[in-house]
């Protein structure tokens, strides 16, 4: 026999021994520290897996399996290690316990990327894995993106908006990541589908729903008035048995959730933030963590049901200071749109909007002179327009620092769009300067058209000839989660050939709700001219979000409602985005042009000082 021969009927040997005797004594976090292996390009702490270093994942993993568990929720933040915890149990499954398994992401996109970025790694760096999975440069049907192959099982990867890839043969572990960016489709709930896919192993069967909270969507009909609202992933954890990781002071021993609320720091150093112990008042430095995760344990509010529900943020990371996370909310709580990531990705919370958008009254109660025709905040500026089917309506728009924004202009263009002489019109008015008091003369510097409705080809035409003013051609997309702006396609015929950007409707709405909510000038705070008839304001209002199969959309309030003033804003906040202009260089003016006239307004004699 020869030797290669030899050797594969040696490894064939092993490997059906290691499938027909697995080691079953095993838990998860005990096959983790025996076997897993972390690839750089994973980790900072690359190498064989450490369960001391995020002890707060040794029980959600040991609790894979226990009897009477048949669910686990896990509700976290960024940096604690969520994806590492479904790769471990996945590994598990498939070296100890060989079945089929279904893994579902968000979208086909994260479902390739986790293929290749999170599982090939893993599986390339675990030798076990490796040799039950094969060479990852294997290409034949038992071993692509969608589905892996191994001794005693198959690994099925799906993603929430493709009903066929979720409705395979039955599976006993279903894996679901990210389960709040979940949204239904044609054929219903995604994560119902998943589910049926395990009720042949009955109550050998193991769901994990592992995600970062996202929004907090209305309560299901017959809820209290003043009842609180979750995301889909908090409301899963509301009905386990809800366990919090309690770690113990380092001085008084006081075990204690962590909460953002008790991170302090010196004004100016958000670095210096230390944690202050709510028992008490004893001061806690970053130095003292992970000595606080190694004694920590996990403490159930609920009896176990069969699911096991588990809640953690960021301020366990041991990869994350206290220090950096104040410095991350100081920059984040200058918009709602970043707070919000902030809540979500850092405090693990669900995002409910801080207030309702503001009145029509309350609006149009904030008009104001302005010193100037762009007021010395202004910027940049930018402009929209939604084409009619007999007139233009645009808007011109100043922006400032840390998205405070002016409504400098608001016209209506009588006329056929057919026509010429209407844009041309158009094209005056954004094409002449705006002074502001110190004389500087400003320009609109990027311009959206709506190309969605009527005269596609004029707005082609009119965009082409005007490209390098960066006057560009848009369509709206009422698609939930899609990006404010996304990457342009080229649309039209020469020569009005032209870059053609999607904004996400749903998006900019959002942000612009939030931005109406605030009260006082300053970051994010929208300004309005004195003058501006109601009628505007009443088109802003034209619209709110509703919750229609659990997707949230944004429906006009009556529809014979105008909201061409909605729209306008929406397009001029995607020109600010396409433009993506450097802020630190204006922040860096505006102060030059303060301490200049600070200089030229001193006394004889302090200029210096």
């Known amino acids: 026999m020869s030797g290669a021969i030899s050797n594969r009927v040696v490894e064939t040997f092993r490997r059906a021994r290691q499938t027909a005797i697995p080691l079953t004594t095993l838990s998860v976090s005990a096959w983790a520290a025996a076997y897993r ?74 479902a390739e990327a986790w293929s290749k970025e999170s599982f090939a790694p893993t599986v390339r760096e675990t030798p076990v894995l490796s040799r039950l999975f094969g060479a990852a440069r294997e290409r034949d049907s038992g071993n692509t993106i969608q ?17 066929s890839t979720l409705s395979s043969r039955p599976r006993r572990v279903v894996l679901m990541d990210e389960r709040d960016a979940f949204l239904p489709t044609r054929e219903g709930d995604p994560v119902k589908l998943a589910e049926k896919r395990t009720l042949t192993f009955r109550e050998r069967k193991v769901i994990i729903k592992v995600s970062t909270p996202r929004n907090r969507l209305e309560n ?71 000595e606080m995760l190694a004694r920590g ?16 943020n960021e301020l366990y990371s041991p990869f994350t200071s206290w220090g950096e996370m104040a410095r991350d909310f100081l920059k984040a709580k200058k918009s709602p749109e970043t707070l919000k990531v902030f809540v979500n990705t850092s405090l693990a919370e669900g995002w409910e909007d801080l207030a309702e958008m503001a009145s029509i009254d309350d609006l149009a109660a904030r008009c104001e002179p302005y ?49 010429r002489t209407v844009w041309d019109e158009l094209k005056e008015l954004w094409l002449t300067p705006l002074r502001r008091s110190d004389g500087t003369e400003m320009r609109v510097a990027a311009a959206c058209v709506d190309s969605g409705g009527h005269h596609t080809d004029e707005v082609y035409r009119f965009c082409a000839e005007n490209a390098g003013r960066r006057w560009r051609a848009v369509k709206g997309a009422n698609t939930p989660g899609k990006p404010l702006v996304s990457k342009p396609t080229m649309q039209g015929k020469p020569p009005h050939r032209v870059k053609l950007y999607t904004v996400g409707t749903e998006t900019a709405k959002d942000t612009l709700a939030a931005r109406l909510s605030i009260g006082e000038s300053g970051p994010g705070y929208c300004h309005f001219p004195e003058g501006r008839d109601e009628d505007y304001f009443r088109q802003l209002r034209s619209e709110r979000p509703t919750m229609r199969a659990g997707v949230r959309r944004w429906e006009k309030v009556r529809a014979s409602m105008r909201n061409e003033g909605l ?14 202009p450097n802020w630190r260089a204006l922040r860096a003016g505006v102060r030059k042009r303060a301490a200049e006239t600070e200089v030229e307004a001193s006394p004889p004699g302090e200029a210096a000082t």
């Not at 002071?249 to 210096?272: A, T």
């Not at 007021?375 to 233009?392: F, H, K, W, Y």
Request: proline share 8%; net charge negative.
């Open 297 to 312: 344990h996990w403490v159930a509010e609920k009896p176990l049901t069969g699911c096991a529900g588990f809640w953690i």
């Open 147 to 163: 589905g892996k192959m191994f001794p005693g099982g198959h690994l099925a990867i799906a993603w929430a908006t493709s009903p």
């Open 37 to 110: 292996y972390l690839p750089a390009e994973r980790a900072d702490q690359s190498g064989r897996w450490r369960n001391e270093v995020v002890p707060y994942l040794v029980e959600p993993m040991d609790t894979v399996g226990k009897p009477g568990v048949t669910e686990i929720i896990f509700v976290k933040s960024a940096q604690v290690g969520g994806s590492e915890f479904l790769n471990n149990v996945l590994g598990y499954f498939a070296h100890i316990e060989p079945c089929p398994i279904l893994f579902v992401a968000e979208d086909e996109k994260k």
């Open 567 to 580: 729209d306008l804003r929406v397009y001029a906040t995607a020109a600010l985005a396409i433009l993506n």
């Open 371 to 419: 010193e100037a025709e762009a007021p010395d905040g202004v910027l940049v500026i930018t402009a929209s327009a939604d084409i009619q089917g007999d007139r233009i309506e645009t808007e011109i728009v100043g922006w400032g620092l840390d998205d405070e924004s002016w409504s400098l202009d608001y016209r209506v263009i009588e006329g056929d769009p057919a026509k």
């Open 220 to 290: 299901p009909p017959g809820s209290a008035p003043d009842a609180p609202r979750y995301s889909p992933i908090e409301w899963d954890y509301e009905l386990s048995d809800k366990r919090k990781y309690h770690v113990p002071c380092p001085h008084c021993g006081e075990y204690q959730v962590l909460s953002w609320k008790n991170v302090v720091w010196d004004d100016g150093d958000p670095l210096s933030a230390v944690y202050m112990c709510v028992a008490n008042g004893c001061v806690i430095e970053h130095a003292h963590k992970g």
